[in-house]
């Protein structure tokens, strides 16, 4: 089993920055890939950013291209998520998560951390 656990949301101001953390647990991990994805009030979730685990490749939905940047730490098993020039449609909470193999989508999540942008 996997264990996703996010950290660093809160509440910043329009233009502000925050660098969310999830600190990935388990008795082996190596996924193909993690993503960071959020859902605002009354909104489908969608995917913000993803890493492919090895090859450390990402990929930014439009809203957060140039703002936001996803990395990871191989040897401790993190993956952050620095978002710059936060905007208000930013609001959201934000989730990790993990996909263990090629033949599934996303199968482990994070709970979830609040970012709310305030205007």
């Known amino acids: 089993q996997v264990q996703l656990v996010e950290s660093g949301g809160g509440l910043v101001q329009a233009g502000g920055s925050l660098r969310l953390s999830c600190a990935a647990s388990?008795?082996?991990?190596?996924?193909?890939?993690m993503g960071w994805f959020r859902q605002a009030p009354g909104k489908e979730r969608e995917v913000v950013a993803t890493?492919?685990?090895?090859?450390?490749?990402?990929y930014y939905a439009d809203a957060v291209k140039g703002r936001f940047t996803v990395s990871r730490d191989n040897a401790k098993n993190m993956v952050y998520l620095q978002m710059n020039t936060l905007k208000p449609e930013d609001t959201a909470v934000y989730r990790c998560?993990?996909?263990?193999?090629?033949?599934?989508?996303?199968?482990?999540w994070g709970q979830g951390t609040q970012v709310t942008v305030s205007s």
């Open positions: 998560a993990a996909q263990s193999s090629l033949n599934n989508g996303y199968d482990y």
């Open positions: 890493i492919i685990w090895g090859l450390g490749k990402t």
């Open positions: 388990g008795r082996t991990f190596s996924p193909i890939a």
